[in-house]
Nanobody, 126 residues
Framework: QVQLVESGGGLVQAGGSLRLSCAAS????????AGWFRQASGKEREFVAA????????HYADSVKGRFTISRDNAKNTVYLQMNSLKPEDTAVYYC???????????????????WGQGTQVTVSS
């Protein structure tokens, strides 16, 4: 069992930055890949970024490449999402997820992930 708790969301103006954190507990954190997804009101959940267990491999959605950076600190059991140059269209609930089956290959598919956090709201004003 893995428990994930996101934090760091909030209200920010367009062009600003936020850093989301995802604190993990339960099974050994370093044994799985992690991802960030988001869901805007009335839309389906979509992939944002993912990272392998060793942080060597990362994967980003085209919409956030060059603006967002995913990282992890296995000693602190935490995954981060640094979000820069935020746009109003980045407004969504952001979810952290853990993939126990593909630790070396971070996936962009929601179906690949076994555990999810409760989400944190990010609102970007224009």
């Amino acid at each position: 069992q893995v428990q994930l708790v996101e934090s760091g969301g909030g209200l920010v103006q367009a062009g600003g930055s936020l850093r989301l954190s995802c604190a993990a507990s339960g099974r050994t954190f370093r044994m799985y890949a992690a991802g960030w997804f988001r869901q805007a009101s009335g839309k389906e959940r979509e992939f944002v970024a993912a990272i392998s267990w060793s942080d060597i491999n990362t994967h980003y959605a085209d919409s956030v490449k060059g603006r967002f950076t995913i990282s992890r600190d296995n000693a602190k059991n935490t995954v981060y999402l640094q979000m820069n140059s935020l746009k109003p269209e980045d407004t969504a609930v952001y979810y952290c997820a853990a993939d126990l089956s593909h630790p070396y290959s971070p996936s962009g598919r929601t179906s690949a992930y076994d555990y999810w956090g409760q989400g944190t709201q990010v609102t970007v004003s224009s």
